[in-house]
Nanobody, 124 residues
Framework: QLQLVESGGGLVQPGGSLRLSCAASGFTLDRYAIGWFRQAPGKNREGVLC????????NLADSVRGRFTISRDNAKNTVYLQMNNLKPEDTAVYYC?????????????????WGQGTQVTVSS
């Protein structure tokens, strides 16, 4: 059964760091592009970062450039989102999703399987 499970969210102070995990089961991560998305209260869901089947990353949000990175551990079948220098505007529910394709795309419609999300709150 195909499943994506996010973890690692929580409450962090501005300037702090968190690492989110997206553990996959039922398929092999390195055969698909995997994206991280987020949805803040009252806002539409937006793409954050994506990693292709080959391991190359694509930034989907200018606001996280230089602060967030995406990586993958094939042995653990897990994708990570490392978030540094967090800001209050990063507060959102973060989701990982599996693309239909090998390469990254900014289109939500290109992602067909989603996790349940993990809450990240940045506040002092």
């Amino acid at each position: 059964q195909l499943q994506l499970v996010e973890s690692g969210g929580g409450l962090v102070q501005p300037g702090g760091s968190l690492r989110l995990s997206c553990a996959a089961s039922g398929f092999t991560l390195d055969r698909y592009a995997i994206g991280w998305f987020r949805q803040a209260p009252g806002k539409n869901r937006e793409g954050v970062l994506c990693i292709s089947y080959s391991g190359s990353s694509t930034n989907l949000a200018d606001s996280v450039r230089g602060r967030f990175t995406i990586s993958r551990d094939n042995a653990k079948n897990t994708v990570y989102l490392q978030m540094n220098n967090l800001k209050p505007e990063d507060t959102a529910v973060y989701y990982c999703a599996r693309s239909f394709y090998l390469l990254c795309s900014p289109k939500e419609g290109d992602f067909g399987s989603w996790g349940q999300g993990t809450q990240v709150t940045v506040s002092s």
